[in-house]
Structure formats: C-alpha cells, structure tokens
T-cell receptor, first 111, second 114 residues
C-alpha cells in the first residue's frame, strides 16, 4: 500500500460546481498535513495546511480525520483558474520532517 | 526575486554520464529538500538537510545519487552513471523549521537521459 493515496481523477466539472477530493495516509505517526496545488509544468505551491479542527480559506475547506487517517479538500463555486493538480502531503520519516506526496488528483474546470 | 532557484533548468545527457544539479534555497531557510517527479506522479522524496547535515535519505535513492550542502546554504545533487530511468524533474524545496511551515519549491531541473 502506498503511504499516501488520492482519488485517481481526473475530475472534469463545470464552473460553479462543488468538488471534493479525498486522501488517505498509512503512517499513523504523521502529524502535519497539507494540500498543495501544482499547475501544469510548474512547481507545487502550498494551498493550505490541514489542522485537526479543520480549516477554511475562502472557497476551500480542508478536513482531517485522524482515526480514519483521511484528509479531504472541498472546493466550492469552482473557477476556471482552479484547474490544476491537487497534491495531498503528509509528514513522515524517522524524524517526521520528510514529506510524502500523494500522486495528485487533476481537476479541470470547464466553462 | 529571493525564491528558491535551481540550475540548470534543463539537462540532456547520454546514459552513463555524470550530472550535477544545484539548488539555492531561500536564505533564512535551514531545511532543504530534494524530490524527483515523473509525469503523472507527485514529487517523490529523495533526501533532506537541516543546515549542512543530511538527516534523511530515501531508501529508493541508489548509491549513484549523492547530495551535499557543504555550508548549509546551497546544495548539489549528483547522479553518477545516469540511466534512462533517471529521466525526471528534480525539484528542490526549502523551509524554515516547524512542522507547519510551508515548503517553497524551485522551478526544477528537467533531466533527460538518452
């Protein structure tokens, strides 16, 4: 089993739709969690950190369920500019300071 | 621009040759990471440094790969005797200490091994 798994995608949605991405991780010792966004042929950039209490940033909401080792990202009122690959990231390793990226889920928002 | 920089941006080499990539992190960041990314996959962790100390190395990293960060500033990643399977984007990232601090990525070095 891979350390971090994500919905395989791609997701093709119309503008204005709500879309949810799921991620599961295998290392129960992981302590920090993130969603990164990667545009085509660009480097990944932080979208948001995911805290135990869940957090919201505008149209984006992230949730963490430690018991199920599950992370989600909800995008409301999707825009054309949201088209990208969304990467779930979990810390791990012996010192907890390396980061394991999921394979990513590609989103295309269509006009 | 004081972001993470990488050099070169593209490298084409023949199988069996050695290549070296450089990463200049954001100056106040003490942690530096190397990743490899292939098409359709997320970045794969290779190694990371805290200052000049290499603290962790992926077991996927063969002994043909070596990384250094001699003065705790820039870092180099060398691949010896390149193979076609080494073709990938090599990404460098840096961050400050603290679990939730953001990693900032450089633009990457795209390696093609012929």
């Amino acid at each position: 089993r891979k350390e971090v798994e994500q919905d395989p995608g791609p997701f093709n949605v119309p503008e204005g739709a709500t879309v949810a991405f799921n991620c599961t991780y295998s290392n129960s010792a992981s302590q920090s969690f993130f969603w990164y966004r990667q545009d085509c042929r660009k480097e990944p950039k932080l979208l948001m950190s995911v805290y135990s209490s869940g957090n919201e940033d505008g149209r984006f909401t992230a949730q963490l369920n430690r018991a199920s080792q599950y992370i989600s990202l909800l995008i409301r009122d999707s825009k054309l500019s949201d088209s990208a690959t969304y990467l779930c990231v979990v810390n791990g390793g012996n010192y907890g300071q390396n980061f394991v990226f999921g394979p990513g889920t590609r989103l295309s928002v269509l006009p | 621009d004081t972001g993470v920089s990488q050099d070169p941006r593209h490298k084409i080499t023949k199988r069996g040759q050695n290549v070296t990539f450089r990463c200049d992190p954001i100056s106040e960041h003490n942690r530096l990471y190397w990743y490899r990314q292939t098409l359709g996959q997320g970045p794969e962790f290779l190694t990371y440094f805290q200052n000049e100390a290499q603290l962790e190395k992926s077991r996927l990293l063969s002994d043909r790969f070596s990384a250094e960060r001699p003065k705790g500033s820039f870092s180099t990643l060398e691949i010896q005797r390149t193979e076609q399977g080494d073709s990938a984007m090599y990404l460098c990232a840096s961050k400050e200490g603290g679990s939730y601090n953001e990693q900032f990525f450089g633009p990457g070095t795209r390696l093609t091994v012929l």
